[in-house]
C-alpha cells in the first residue's frame, strides 16, 4: 500500500534562512507522481510540483527546488532564502498510476518563517 | 484563470440537519475527489469519481454521507443527518486522469462545516 512519511511536524526558521522539507513515500508500484502542496493560513490548497517516477532531475523553480531520490524514497523540498509569506503548511503526495490515481497524503508540515 | 469553485464556503447547522455542499470542476477535468480536513486526521479523502461515475467510496461514512455527480459541471456532498463530529473543512479537487495517471489536480477553497 502507498504511504507518504512528512517525519517534521513544525519547522521554524528565521526569515532568509534555507529550509528543507522532507517527505519519504512507499509503494510497490514502478510509475508513480509525487506532488507538493501549500496550505497557508488562509486555508486553500495550493499546487506546486507533480513529477513522475522517471523523472529524477532536481526541480528548481525560483526560490523553491525540489530533490527527488527514488534510491531512498524521498522528494524533499527546500525553500532557498524564505521569507514570511512561506509560512504555511506543506503537504507532499503520492499517485500511483494504471487504476488508482487517488492522491494519498503525508500529515503535513508546519513551516513558520519568523521576521 | 480555471479554478474549482466551492459552495457555501461555511455553513453552521445543529445537530440532525441536512447539509449539500457543491462544487463545479474545472471544465475539461474528468476526475472529481471530496477530501476532508479535521486536525486529528488531517486531510481523507472521502470519495471520487471519473467522468461522473463514483469510483470509490471506502472513505465516506455510509449511513449519512452521500457523494453525486448529477451533471459535469456539479458534485454534491451531503450529510444527512449531520453530526458534531462532521465539523471539518471539506474540500473538493478536480483533476485529469490520462493514461492511467494523475496529470493534475486542484483543490476548490473549501467549505467550513461546524456542526453544532
Known amino acids: 500500500a502507498q504511504k507518504v512519511t512528512q517525519a517534521q511536524t513544525e519547522i521554524s526558521v528565521v526569515e532568509k534562512e534555507d529550509v528543507t522539507l522532507d517527505c519519504v513515500y512507499e509503494?510497490?508500484?514502478?510509475?508513480?507522481?509525487l506532488f507538493w502542496y501549500k496550505q497557508p493560513p488562509s486555508g486553500e490548497l495550493v499546487f506546486l510540483i507533480r513529477?513522475?517516477?522517471?523523472?529524477?532531475q532536481n526541480e528548481i523553480s525560483g526560490r523553491y527546488s525540489w530533490n527527488f531520490q527514488k534510491s531512498t524514497s524521498s522528494f524533499n523540498f527546500t525553500i532557498t532564502a524564505s521569507q514570511v509569506v512561506d509560512s504555511a503548511v506543506y503537504f507532499c503526495?503520492?499517485?500511483?498510476?494504471?487504476?488508482?490515481?487517488?492522491?494519498?497524503f503525508g500529515k503535513g508540515t508546519k513551516l513558520t518563517v519568523n521576521p | 484563470d480555471a479554478r474549482v469553485t466551492q459552495t457555501p464556503r461555511h455553513k453552521v447547522t445543529e445537530m440532525g440537519q441536512e447539509v449539500t455542499m457543491r462544487c463545479q470542476p474545472i471544465?475539461?477535468?474528468?476526475?472529481v475527489f471530496w477530501y476532508r480536513q479535521t486536525m486529528m486526521q488531517g486531510l481523507e479523502l472521502l470519495a471520487y469519481?471519473?467522468?461522473?461515475?463514483?469510483?470509490?467510496d471506502s472513505g465516506m461514512p455510509k449511513d449519512r454521507f452521500s457523494a453525486e455527480m448529477p451533471d459535469a459541471t456539479l458534485a454534491t456532498l451531503k450529510i444527512q443527518p449531520s453530526e458534531p463530529r462532521d465539523s471539518a473543512v471539506y474540500f473538493c479537487?478536480?483533476?485529469?486522469?490520462?493514461?492511467?495517471?494523475?496529470?493534475?489536480?486542484?483543490f476548490g477553497p473549501g467549505t467550513r462545516l461546524t456542526v453544532l
Open positions: 471544465l475539461g477535468h474528468n476526475t
Open positions: 513529477r513522475n517516477s522517471f523523472d529524477e
Open positions: 469519481f471519473r467522468n461522473r461515475a463514483p469510483l470509490d
Open positions: 503526495a503520492l499517485s500511483e498510476a494504471g487504476g488508482s490515481e487517488k492522491l494519498v
Open positions: 479537487a478536480s483533476g485529469l486522469v490520462l493514461g492511467g495517471a494523475l496529470d493534475e489536480q486542484f
Open positions: 509503494t510497490r508500484d514502478t510509475t508513480y507522481y
